[in-house]
Structures are given as structure tokens and as C-alpha cells.
């Protein structure tokens, strides 16, 4: 597929592609936008069907770190890698430092982090090859563990949802589905259940849901199951495309708001939670905590400022609420409209300075 041919080309500034006969590395490296600063977002290794499924993967994670950015108001633009392998059998010293050659190319222009398939002991690798990383652990710099700051972001933003829907102050007696108990699905729970919140709890992983069971007085639910549970909010923070054709219908909850990325399997289906009077938090905002971490270290903020950004998702939250309630869209809708205001915005000074 020609890269300007694909349904999910939106102007992208740059797409880059890189194949290292030496190494075996295959790469495409997007950059969105960087009107707002250097193009930011993860690195993904993943077994794609074709090149052309990569292509699509790859061109549409830059446009929603482009919104995502934007949306939390940080100085960065957006952007996103795939590396094209199987991350449990590809990945090689030799095969990390030909994509850390690669990301230096860009000129800075791209900063890498974390995604799917890469993981914290791998980016020391890349880093030995490039300056432009981010979103791990390195010395003379704030931690880069993200999990603790999007749960963070994620429970104050699914109380401005309560309080705007519910006109409720406080989790407290509500009762919550929680789908996903990984690192940011138990620390939202966690901070749930001090609050007083009733939990409903699913994991693939047995184990790790009975500790949740235990640990939070919850009951338990099946991950597909939990999607159609009797509660105030369903919080999804494991699989993407979980608001579909098949499961709005079902929903019982009035909000929904979760760490997941990707929960709408189709913009429309934003359309159709309206529709029904489910508040939607829109998933690229509510889970921003994990880039301002990113973002502060790249920037050398301190924890007070991290945590001021990451707590003020909870206001552009509820200014998303109002205006999508005022225009009569979409949550979803609106926060796009806002964030390519802002992507806009920054470049027009650019060209006027022309």
C-alpha cells in the first residue's frame, strides 16, 4: 500500500522506513505532527500479518499520541514505532541498536518510549544507541515507571465523570467494574476501595483477580462478562476495542472510564454511548498520566509538577463533558476537536512567522 494511498494517512509529516540487512531489523517510524515539540510515543515490536497492517498500526498510534499530547498540554508533538519481529524470539542487542541508529536519523525530531512488545530491560539497549528515549528508568532523572501517575490520572478523572453524570462527589457506595488488574488497573482499585467504592473485579489471570478479591472485599467477574455487570462505572483497563457493536448495547453502567487504550472499536461507537446516555471519558485523556511521566522526565519537571499536570485531567475532563454536552456530540468527538484546535493553533504562529 502506498503510505499516501492508506485510509489512516492524516498529513503525517514524516514516515520513515528501515531495514537493516545485517540485523534483521524492519522498523517504520511515524511522525504526526511536531507542532507542539518533538514527536513522542512508544516503540511496538509485534508479529504484523503484512507490512501493510504494520503501515496502519503505525500511522494511526502516531496520530493518537499527536491528540494524546496535545490533549494533556505538554510539549510534544506526536509520533510512534513499530518494529516488525516476535518479541519473544527477535530481539537482539545488534537489532536494538540498528533501531536506535535509526531513531537518531530523525534528528530529534522523534523520542522513543515504551509499548507493547518492548519492555523496561530493553530500553537501556536502545538507549545506548540514541539520546532520544524516554519512559524507563535512567540515572540523574525522575523514574520513569508511568503505572503509579495513569492511575492516578485515571481515578480523578473517573470522579469528574461521577460528578458530572451522577452529581456525586465521592466514589463512595458506587459500585465499579474494573476489567484489567494489571499494574494500572490495581492501583486504580486500590485507590477505589480506600474511597469506599464496591469493586467488581476481572483478570485473565486468576491469581492475580483472587488477590484483588481478597485485597478489596470485590467480587469477581469474567473479563468478558464484566462488560455487561450491574454498576455505576465500568473502568476498562486491559483490552482495546472493547466499546463495540456487540457490547454497548449490553452496558448497564452510566460512565465509563478507563486506562485502556483504544476502547472504541469505531468512532461511531462514541456516537452510540451518547446515544444511550453513557458518560464516555475519552480514553486518550483519561490515561494521560503515563505520557506527562514521560513527559516530565524528558522535560526535568519534579514530582510537584507531574503531579499537577497529571491531576488537571480531571478539569480537561469536565470541559469535555460540558462542551460535548452543549454541542450535543460525542465525548470522543469533542476531545479530537480539541486536541487538532490545539495542534492548529500552535502552528499558525509558524506560518505567519513565514
Excluded at 111 to 119: F, K, P, Q, S
Excluded at 182 to 197: P, S, Y
Excluded at 244 to 264: C, I, S, W, Y
Excluded at 292 to 301: H, L, M, S, Y
Aim: aromatic share 4%; proline share 4%; glycine share 10%.
Amino acid at each position: 500500500m502506498n503510505v499516501f494511498d492508506s485510509p489512516d494517512f492524516d498529513h503525517h509529516e514524516e514516515v520513515a522506513f528501515f531495514d537493516d540487512k545485517a540485523t534483521g531489523l524492519k522498523a517504520i517510524i511515524a511522525v504526526h505532527s511536531t507542532a507542539l515539540g518533538p514527536a513522542c510515543g512508544g516503540t511496538r515490536m509485534h508479529v504484523y500479518a503484512s507490512t501493510d497492517d504494520a503501515l496502519t498500526d503505525v500511522l494511526r498510534l502516531a496520530r493518537g499520541m499527536s491528540y494524546k499530547n496535545a490533549i494533556a498540554d505538554l510539549p510534544l508533538g506526536g509520533g510512534k514505532a513499530v518494529i516488525l519481529g516476535d518479541p519473544a524470539k527477535d530481539k537482539s542487542e545488534a537489532r536494538f541498536l540498528a533501531y536506535a541508529d535509526a531513531v537518531n536519523r530523525l534528528g530529534g525530531r522523534y523520542i522513543t518510549a515504551m509499548d507493547v512488545g518492548v519492555v523496561p530491560k530493553d530500553m537501556p539497549l536502545i538507549a545506548r544507541g540514541t539520546k532520544f528515549v524516554a519512559g524507563f528508568d535512567q540515572p540523574g532523572k525522575k523514574g520513569g515507571d508511568s503505572g503509579p501517575t495513569t492511575a492516578l490520572g485515571v481515578f480523578v478523572g473517573l470522579k469528574a465523570a461521577v460528578k458530572h453524570r451522577l452529581g456525586a462527589d465521592t466514589t463512595k457506595g458506587l459500585t465499579v467494574a474494573i476489567q484489567g488488574l494489571g499494574k494500572v488497573g490495581m492501583g486504580i482499585a486500590q485507590r477505589l476501595h480506600a474511597e469506599g467504592a464496591r469493586l467488581i473485579v476481572a483478570d485473565v489471570n486468576a491469581d492475580v483477580m483472587r488477590r484483588a478479591v481478597d485485597a478489596f472485599d470485590a467480587r469477581e467477574a469474567s473479563p468478558d462478562g464484566i462488560v455487561a455487570a450491574e454498576c455505576d462505572v465500568l473502568s476498562p483497563n486491559a483490552l482495546g476495542a472493547i466499546l463495540n457493536d456487540e457490547t454497548v448495547p449490553q452496558l448497564r453502567a452510566k460512565v465509563v472510564a478507563g486506562a485502556a487504550n483504544n476502547q472504541l472499536a469505531r468512532d461511531a461507537h462514541g456516537t452510540m454511548l451518547a446515544e444511550r446516555g453513557i458518560l464516555y471519558a475519552p480514553d486518550y485523556v483519561i490515561n494521560g498520566g503515563g505520557i506527562i511521566r514521560v513527559a516530565g522526565q524528558i522535560c526535568d519537571w519534579d514530582d510537584d509538577e507531574i503531579d499537577r499536570r497529571t491531576l488537571a485531567i480531571a478539569d480537561t475532563l469536565s470541559s469535555i463533558f460540558r462542551r460535548a454536552e452543549a454541542e450535543r456530540l460525542a465525548t470522543s468527538e469533542v476531545a479530537d476537536r480539541m486536541a487538532r484546535e490545539r495542534i492548529a493553533a500552535a502552528r499558525a504562529p509558524a506560518k505567519a512567522a513565514e
